[in-house]
Every structure is written in structure tokens, then in C-alpha cells.
């Protein structure tokens, strides 16, 4: 039994509350199943790290676009760290780090790996469109997608947000390496919390993902694209790292 907690919708107080307060309206990590038009869902997963709210604000932008309407396709929505977020802190202390803590992970017994195995087994139970992790970074990198896989439909999703895409398998336990053997995944850089450029750069990618009938089964044209491979050792720059 992990603390996460379950919705099948969205609580009033969620869509203003900045992700500090978040702790206290879910009371801890939280999992949404929030119907849509299309199926399957896309699965979201923001706020791994408490200090990273980027995705969460990007996701309160769509929420309140299609409160009337509804959503153009199911969602499942992971609010992870919300206690390191009331905080402000990337994580607590008392945790390891929720983006290395996903199956595959070199230290299984945690409770944040056994929260994720929740996760995981839950959205999986039935098929997903595509699996999108949200960050920030620190310093003025360009805003780029992360990738497990190179098959066209993982960069495909990537280039929806960004032509640069950085492909590791290392660190294992990252939320993207777990999700791609179950669908398309990505780990977005969407630079630093705070500026407008990378909300609203976070909100139109999930809008357009959601509006997306199919992800391209076809290559990429090589000149939308440009592939970095991080080794993801302790020589790897550092801003590949903060995911
Ligand atoms: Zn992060």
C-alpha cells in the first residue's frame, strides 16, 4: 500500500492553486483518470521534482481551457512530489529522488518505487497514446525532449516540442526509460520555472498532443531534428542530468 492517492476528477481548489498548496488539497502524490474525447489516454506526470512547476501550471491552463468542453482526449495525470513542492524543494530529505525511483530502478525497495510500480502497473492496465514527464531546469538551455527509444513515434513526440532531443538509457529508474517500453515517452526540458516563454511553450505541447489523432509512424526529416547522445556518466553535462 503506497500513499497515492486516486481522482476521477479534479478538485475546484487544484486549477488555481499554485503547487505549493497542493500538498494540502490532495494530501499527497495524486493519480487522475480525467475522461476525453479520443482514446486511449496520454499520460502526464509533472512535479517530480517539487521545485519544477512548469508542467503543473501548463496542465492548469488545459484544465481550465476544457472545463466546458471536456478534454479532447482521456488523460491520466500524475501529480507526484507535492510535499517536496510545499516546500519548494526538488525533493525532501527523507526521499530519493522520485525521477530515479521508476522500474528499472537500481534501488527497488523504496517507498517512492513502490509508489511508482502503482503508477505504472495502473496506466498500463490498459493501452496509452503516449507518456509525457515534465521538468525544469536551471541555467539557459534551450528547451529540449529527452528519449529512450529512436523509433520514429518517440521522436516524432519529441519534435512536437523541440528539434533537439537528447537520447540516454542512463541514469536508470527515470520516468521516460520506465513508460517507453509501454508507449511513446518523453522527458521534457521546458527551462526555467517561473519564465512565461516555458509555460506557455509546456501548455501548447500538451494541447497539441492532445489534438493529435496518431503519432507519425514515419522518420523525422533529418533537418527537423538534431540528436544528442548523453552517456549520462558523471562526465555528462550537468543540464542532462537534472531530469
Ligand atoms: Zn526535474
Redesign the pocket.
Known sequence: MTSLRRFDHVPEAMLKATSIELEQILGGPALFYLDGARKPPLFITVL??GN?PTGFEAVQQILEKYQATGLPRAVWLFVANVSGAAKGK?MLDSQSDY?RAWPGTTNPETVEAALMREVVDTVTAEPLFASVDL???TGSNPHYGCVNELAPQYLQLATLFARTVVYFKQPVGVQSLAMARHCPAVTLECGQAGEHAALSHAADFLDACLHLHHLPDQQVASHDISILHSCGGKNAPRCYL??
Do not use: D, K, S
Open positions: 517530480q521534482h519544477e526538488r525521477n521538468h525544469n531546469n537534472r531530469f
